[in-house]
């Protein structure tokens, strides 16, 4: 079973700070989820990444395959960016993914 | 944007009684799967279905739960004999492919066991 850490667990900045939230997973993966959880419960898919970078707007997302390591960067923060992001990985050879505890962040303007 | 839907959004249920989730995938995705979020935990996954059966499930879903796509559109999770531990915001997502493709979910359900 694959194990994922994220950190940190809660982060509150000021407007226009540039974020970074991290997610380290324990076994080989094909692919990783970024998703972001609204104060209301919805759930939204930001990324999936095998390799390399993304880009979408003001976020990006990085995973390094061999650190089994992946980060997501927010620039120039904004309070409607507040929530709680989530990464989340297969098991290895099957459909389950293994989600992580959420990072939960605040943006004051 | 075509999107996943659920109903009901809420759902009250006394403890022992059935309850049946439903959710509309997206019409093209051929892939689903249902998630569990417990109130102030991490997201859980139940099962994953394709071609009309059951790919893979987790430890949580038991005998007590059922999944069925009962026609060409909706995807329903069924709870056959309610615990108060089922008390939970239960999520349907689809994808195109399987797990290596973005997963769209639905805006989840709540089921409060009483």
């Known amino acids: 079973k694959n194990e994922v850490e994220q950190s940190p667990q809660n982060l509150t900045a000021q407007e226009g700070e540039f974020i970074t939230i991290n997610c380290s997973y324990s076994?080989?993966?094909?692919?990783l989820h970024w998703l972001q959880q609204h104060p209301g419960g919805g759930i939204v898919s930001l990324f999936m990444l095998s390799s390399g970078k993304k880009k979408h707007g003001r976020l990006i997302a990085t995973i390094n395959i061999q650190e089994k390591h992946s980060s997501l960067h927010i620039t120039a923060s904004h309070p409607r960016d507040s929530a709680v992001y989530i990464c989340a990985v297969p098991n290895f050879g099957n459909e389950k993914l293994t989600f992580g505890t959420g990072t939960r962040l605040t943006i004051i303007p | 944007e075509p999107e996943v839907t659920q109903t009901p959004s809420h759902q009250v249920t006394q403890m022992g009684q059935e309850v049946i989730l439903r959710c509309v995938p997206i019409s093209n995705h051929l892939y689903f799967y249902w998630y569990r979020q417990i109130l102030g935990q991490k997201v859980e996954f139940l099962v994953s279905?394709?071609?009309?059966?059951?790919?893979?499930k987790s430890e949580i879903f038991d005998d007590q739960f059922s999944v069925e796509r009962p026609d060409g559109s909706n995807f329903t999770l069924k709870i056959r004999s309610t615990k108060l531990e089922d008390s939970a915001m239960y999520f349907c997502?689809?994808?195109?492919?399987?797990?290596?493709?973005?997963?769209?979910f639905g805006p989840g359900t709540r089921l409060t066991v009483l």
């Open positions: 997502a689809s994808s195109v492919i399987q797990n290596t493709d973005t997963q769209y």
């Open positions: 076994v080989g993966i094909s692919a």
């Open positions: 279905f394709y071609n009309n059966e059951i790919s893979e």
